[in-house]
């Protein structure tokens, strides 16, 4: 028997019996979740049926050991959609995986019955369908771990952001509070907010406070520089505070050149500055007797 003919037979097996099949492979996973809530009865029974049909056909094309071949377009897709929803909800990548390797199961009860006067073809059947499935179930872990990399990636991207806000303080001042460490990836995301504010408001002056920041070396000194280099080139210049006695050490030490640069301990006495360079200044009133 060639192995279109095996793939021909699975195939036929499958559509005749899809629906003992499929019961049969729900009742299986069900009994294998452990954490509830993670993925719906409904969506776990809509995953297997579509994947069962989709599993059929791709079977039918004889293409048992290539799942990279376009028979197994249809069920590659499918399993990525599958591996990216789970991602999302918080399954684990061998839940996912699980999902394929509980097929056999009940797949091969079903092949031991169609295959029940043909030892040697059963043997064969089972050997091709298991790898088959193996191949499938190591698929869904690496779309499923693609596409967890991307929710962190998006995630962190998204705390960087919020970790960088950009406050208009008056008209004409803004002001980028930083708190915690300054490296590459987190410089740009402050140029880009910094620069979009700059644009938006029409600032002047933009105070960069670093009192939140542990510690300045080489390195946080060079991105601040680009920050004020590219604010500059925008029309805005920048004044740093929150320069503690600490770091000013450290800046001197390092050698870093910041003569160009106005740089205030605080952000209230930056914010003195900034008001008089636009002109700005505020009095106070004296309270009535």
């Not at 897709?77 to 990216?84: K, N, Q, V």
């Not at 061998?94 to 091969?108: D, N, Y």
């Not at 160009?260 to 003195?272: E, I, N």
Request: aromatic fraction near 4%; hydrophobic fraction near 45%.
């Amino acid at each position: 028997m060639t192995t279109q003919d095996y793939a021909t037979r699975i195939s036929q097996l499958i559509q005749d019996h899809e629906a003992e099949i499929g019961a049969e492979w729900v009742a299986h996973l069900e009994a294998l979740t452990v954490r509830a809530n993670v993925v719906s009865k409904e969506q776990v029974r809509s995953h297997c049926q579509q994947f069962l049909k989709a599993f059929a056909a791709g079977t039918r094309s004889g293409e048992l050991q290539n799942i990279e071949h376009r028979s197994w377009d249809e069920v590659r897709d499918l399993l990525a959609e599958i591996s990216a929803t789970r991602a999302r909800g918080g399954s684990t990548p061998s839940e996912t995986a699980t999902f394929v390797f509980s097929l056999k199961q009940p797949l091969f009860t079903h092949l031991n019955t169609g295959f029940a006067n043909d030892p040697s073809a059963l043997a064969s059947a089972s050997w091709t369908i298991g790898t088959l499935l193996d191949k499938l179930g190591l698929y869904t872990i690496e779309v499923f771990q693609r596409a967890r990399d991307q929710i962190i990636v998006r995630q962190q991207q998204e705390l960087l952001e919020l970790s960088t806000p950009v406050v208009k303080l008056w008209n004409g001042i803004l002001a980028l509070p930083l708190i915690g460490t300054l490296d590459s990836a987190r410089t740009q995301v402050v140029m880009e907010n910094i620069l979009q504010k700059i644009v938006d408001t029409g600032a002047a002056i933009a105070i960069i406070d670093i009192t939140g920041v542990p510690t300045v070396d080489t390195l946080v000194a060079q991105h601040l520089m680009k920050t004020i280099a590219a604010a500059r080139l925008m029309g805005a210049d920048c004044i740093i505070s929150g320069i503690r006695p600490q770091i000013a050490q450290t800046i001197v030490h390092l050698g870093v050149n910041l003569e160009d640069v106005t740089t205030k301990a605080t952000l209230a006495d930056a914010f003195v500055v900034a008001l008089a360079r636009t002109g700005t200044s505020v009095v106070q009133a004296h309270a009535k007797a």
